[in-house]
Structures are given as structure tokens and as C-alpha cells.
């Protein structure tokens, strides 16, 4: 088994800062990603919602519950793209980068198609081979081959979280050597096998097991967010809720041993006291006499027990299932991206076995029976608007999970809070809804509190290592397919 060496030279000014800027412009996409989606996200769920839907649960379900789906469609994608280009690149001439056949193998960096290709060259047809051609090839083993080598991606990146959180392996060099010492995950042309053998690691193990916890938390918190609304004011729940920016910080320094910084903490009050004074710019309690929501107190207490579990299950997420800190100048912005989907996809999965779990029990025991399709002629356009909000909670979970493992979790919390401005600007421009001088000075200090803690963090948001140049890299860590056909 061959993979890439890792050695990094650290004396290379000039490609860290390229670094820094490739990871720069990484974030900065992703954060108004993660904006606009969410955006979206509020404005289809609020017009189902207007329309008659009053299904929360149902909600969780088919939003969270779909997270799972992204990390197959994104392997999927990417070896669909490889095998096309080899249908396009099969009349071209002259295919460099063979592996030589050395008999002392050494530790090299590999072309993600070239040596797929030399491996499904059609034997069936010698007779077409012509010097400096592509033979004929088997597209369906070179698509499965692209696949397995997707499985192989994640669970590097799962060995390099699993030595250094269970083994406390702190090395930045000559990684491979972490690799080798892991159980080997089938690199033959058998999907089956390659997963058979992938999620009986150690370190995806690992993976499984946080992931399951993490996202039993997640559940909880989310659930406060619907008791909560039913028995205090939705201006409360806004405020309140948003305080997980607190909790995150608070968190982020005994568990990911981050050092108090004023500027940081200041910026983080500037913008959750922004988020007070949007919330009751129109307060529900001018229009409402305390006698509607008799268990406010209790309300309040369950948001803020919300609050503190999301802040909680970010650093979490960040802590055990991210790239650690020493790593991440190391390993590419997309590479982390794409871990960070893989183990979206398990939060995703999970929590459709728990809410679907809730729902059978409520539904066999008559707790509460559940209305999926029956709201009379509204019902298709309803659902219209839900699979709206379903797509943009993929693409805003997506994002912000990446955000939290490129950045820190207090970083896009606060980012967060910024849609609460964008919101309103958008229903002011679509809906007509006005802006107040209250709602616009919260908005104000949730943008300052955005640009001091964005300075205070320029150090996790530009550090980090470029994205490879050659597009046709599948792997950070590649396998050299003619020296393990099939084995472990």
C-alpha cells in the first residue's frame, strides 16, 4: 500500500501565504454560502408555515434526517466526473505518469487517473493498443475504483482525529506512517468489501461512536427550541437561543484549551446584545398580557438549557471530530470540507432513527398524530415550500459545519447571528416589512460584533494549507492501485 508522504516544509514562506489566501477565499465562499442558504432556509419554512403546516417534529425529520444524503451524492459526483474524463481524455495521445514498476516501492504523490486508468486498461483488446494511446477501458471497474478510493479519503483524515485524539499522536510529519500502522480498508474493485472493511477501522468506529452521541445532543437542544415556543414569547426563545455564542466561548476554552481574549469576549456580548434588541424591537409582550403564557419562566429556563447543549455540541463537534489544531496547516480546506460532510452524513442518519423513533411511539401510544399531507388544496404548494427548506437546510448545515471545523465554533456562531439582519432586510424588500431604529441598531452591533471577532480570529481563519492545483486528485493520501489489488 503506498499513500502520499506529508513531510512539510515549513520554511516556505511563499506557499504559506498562498495558503492563507486559498483558505481565505475557502471561508469567505462558504460563509455567504452558509448565509444565503439560511436565509432561504427561514423564508420557505416561514411561508409553509403561513399556509397552514404545524408539524415541527415532521420538520426535524425531513431537514436534519437528510443530512445523510450528501456525502454519497458528493462521492458519487466525483467518480461519475473522473470516469467522464477518461471518456473524453481516451482519443488523446500520450498518457503520462505511469507507476514504474520498480521493485523497491517508495511513498509518492499520485495522479488520481492515471494510475486508475493503467489498472482498467480492457485486456480483452491488445490488438488496439498503439504506442502513445490509451488502450480501451473497463469504465464501470474505473468508476467503482474512483468510488473505493472516496472511502479511502475519509478514512485518513478519520486515522490522522482517531491517533490524535484516543493515541494523543501529536506528529506533523511523515503522516503516512500513521496510515500504516491503522488496519488497511480494501482497495479492490468490490464496493461491498471496501465497506465492509471501512467501517470495521478503529478510527471510523471512532467516528461512529461521536457522531452518535453529538448528534443525541444536537436532538435535545433542537427539541428545547420547539417545547420552549409553546410556553414562553417567540422574542424570548430568539434571544435566548442565540446566546449558544456564549456557551460556545465558554466551553471552547476547557475543552479545545483556546486562551481568553478579551476582544473576543466583547465581541461576542456586542453581538448577542444585538440580538436582544431585534428581538424585542416588537416585543411579543406589548401586544400580549403575561395571563397568555403562564409558564414563561419555565419556557425560558428550557431555551436557555437549549442554548447552552448547541453551544456544547459545536465545540463538541469541533473538539472530537475535526481536523486538530496541529494538523490544520497541513491538510486542505477541501479536504476538510469533505470530512466534514462524511460526519454530517452520520448526524443526519441518526437523527432520522431518533425523530422517526418519537414519531412511531407518539403515533402508536396516541400521543399525537402527526399530519404530513393533509392540509385540503395548500398541501402541494406546502410541500413545495418544505423541499425548499429541506434543499437550503442541506446546503446551511453543509456549510456551517464546515465553517466550524476550517474556523472555530464561537466564529460561526456569531457569523450566524448575521442572518438575523439579512433576514429582515429581506422581508423589508420582498414583503415590505418595516425596519425600525431598533431593529437597525441591533442589526448594527451583530455586524460590529461580526468584524472585532472576524480580527480577533484572522489567525484559524487564514492558516492553512492550499488545495492541490491538479483537479484530477481524488485523495491527499492516494493509493498506488498496482501494489494492493485487493487485499486489507
Known sequence: MAITNL??????????????????????????????SFVTQTE?????????FSEPVVLLLVTHGSWWILWPLQA???????T???????????????????????????????????????SEHPSDA?????????????????????????????????????????????????????????????????????FATPSIQYVVKKALLITCLLTVAGSTWYGAMAMTY???????????????????????????????????????????????????????????????????LIILIGAILYGYYEVLYKR???????????????????????????????????VLTIILIAEVFRIHSFNFFNYGEDTTLIWKYIVGSIFSNLIFSASFLTLMALTSPVLSSVSSLLTIFLIGLVEWVMFGN???????????????????????SWKEISEGQDDDDDMDVVSTYSFAVSTESSGN
Not at 18 to 33: E, N, P, Q, R, Y
Open 44 to 52: 420557505f419554512t416561514s411561508q409553509a408555515y403561513q399556509l397552514g
Open 234 to 300: 417567540a422574542s424570548d426563545v430568539t434571544a435566548i437561543y442565540n446566546c449558544s455564542a456564549f456557551t460556545a466561548y465558554a466551553f471552547a476554552i476547557p475543552i479545545l484549551k483556546e486562551k481568553f481574549s478579551w476582544l473576543k469576549a466583547s465581541s461576542v456580548v456586542i453581538a448577542v446584545s444585538g440580538v436582544f434588541i431585534v428581538a424585542y424591537s416588537g416585543s411579543d409582550a406589548d401586544s400580549s398580557s403575561s395571563e397568555d403564557y403562564p409558564y414563561r419562566f419555565w419556557g425560558n
Open 320 to 354: 472530537y471530530l475535526c481536523i486538530p489544531p496541529h494538523l490544520t496547516a497541513i491538510i486542505t480546506p477541501r479536504r476538510q470540507s469533505t470530512f466534514a460532510n462524511f460526519v454530517m452524513g452520520f448526524f443526519g442518519f441518526f437523527t432520522c432513527l431518533i
Open 434 to 456: 418595516v425596519l425600525d431604529f431598533q431593529q437597525l441598531l441591533g442589526d448594527f452591533l451583530v455586524i460590529v460584533g461580526f468584524v472585532l471577532l472576524t480580527i480577533a
Open 84 to 122: 467522464s474524463q477518461i471518456l473524453q481524455d481516451q482519443n488523446q495521445t500520450q498518457r503520462q505518469h505511469r507507476y514504474s514498476a520498480s521493485s523497491d516501492r517508495q511513498y509518492h504523490r499520485l495522479a488520481s487517473t492515471s494510475e486508475l486508468l493503467e489498472s482498467h486498461i480492457d
Open 7 to 36: 513531510s512539510v516544509d515549513h520554511s516556505s514562506t511563499d506557499s504559506d501565504k498562498h495558503a492563507s489566501k486559498s483558505k481565505i477565499i475557502f471561508v469567505t465562499f462558504v460563509f455567504i454560502l452558509s448565509l444565503v
Open 130 to 198: 498503439i504506442p502513445g494511446l490509451t488502450r480501451p477501458v473497463n469504465y464501470v471497474s474505473y468508476f467503482k475504483k474512483c468510488l473505493v478510493k472516496q472511502f479511502h479519503n475519509v478514512y485518513h483524515t478519520s486515522i490522522l482525529i482517531f491517533e490524535s485524539n484516543v493515541n494523543d499522536d501529536r506528529t506533523t510529519e511523515n503522516l503516512n506512517s500513521l496510515i500504516e500502522k491503522n488496519p488497511h480498508v480494501s482497495y479492490s474493485n468490490s464496493i461491498t468489501e471496501c465497506v465492509k472493511t471501512f
Open 76 to 82: 458519487i459526483g466525483v467518480s461519475l466526473y473522473r
